[in-house]
């Protein structure tokens, strides 16, 4: 907020069509978009947070819809699900009364009068939600809640010169390994490297890695390391017959795009959902780092490297390609509708309202008693656990 071009903004009172504001885990960007008088479309690269359900009206319910940050698919056990719920409650209440209060003091530092965050969380015209059944599952989403998984795939560039003379080369196919750009993958247990190369040193196939170091002590010959490589240009190769993964939700995405079996090795926030979804959906299998082993490593990628397994996932590819418009299209063709129609309100009717709906209680997450009952819900599992 003291950048000078953003306070330049307000002060100018420039007009927009619309604002496109991400929904993750700040909402400092509403209060922008208010002064501005703009119509505002949110955006995620992820699957709903917990505060989304009562923003946008949604419906949850932890019988089927596992918590974003925690293991655990559609099947989830009892526990799992107790697991969840109580999560989910603790999540959105801290960012109800932490994270929201936090931003509305920040911003009201620079503009008087501003409606809360909550309120202006609410009037968002439309949700364009990171998320695809063909990968999660269905689920009940209002008419404001528009999927848009896979907009960010973009037409394959054509690969460096002694990347693709690796990979065409190669008379078994290629998997290619990347752990994403958060994790170093060279600050990994000695013991799990160790096995990961074992593994990989017996496979047939050649393997191109996303290494961050300069060297690989003991690389086997089959494996071509770098610091950066274009990742779905690389996974749009026909030659590429699987990925090795952590399973964050862009890197899925992208192989369920291009059909390309995952093995899954999820370490930290949304990658254990994001795995179970894969696994549940059958284009991967899940391996964890505690139970890695290069047996264990090897079994794995014989199941997806099996004939039947890969044309399963060419067909859950087929059938993720086969919609009326493409992701991106979507997402463009409702931007727009929101900044056609500024004055139209697309929300859920019962979004903000006290009302029993198939067994779960819907409210204002601002309503004091209701919020009062999220506490007891969570004093009591909490005592339940201590017994």
Known sequence: MDDEEVQDLWKRRM????????????????????????????????LLMPYHYDRYGISYNPSYIPFLLLDGSTKSTLMQRLSHTISHIYMKLIYQYLTQRYEYKIISKYVDNIPSLEELGRNIKFLLLYNNMMLTGSNILPANVIEVGGYHVSKPQPLRDDLLKFIEESEHGVIYVSFGSMLRTATMPKDKMQAILDALAELPQRVVWKWEAKSLPGKPKNIFISKWLPQNDLLAHPNVVAFYSHCGMLGTTEALYHGVPLVGMPMFADQFRNAAAMEESGFGVTVKLENLTKDNLLEKFKTVLDPKFRANVKLLSKAWHDRPKSAMDTAIHWTEFAAKYPTLTFSVPIQGNYCIESERLQSRARSLDLDFMNVLILFTFKLLEAV
Request: contains cysteine; charged residues 10%.
């Open 15 to 46: 007009k927009f069509d619309v604002a496109v504001v991400e929904q993750f885990n700040g909402d400092c960007a509403l209060g922008l978009a208010h002064i501005l008088n703009t119509p505002v479309v949110g955006l995620t690269s992820h």
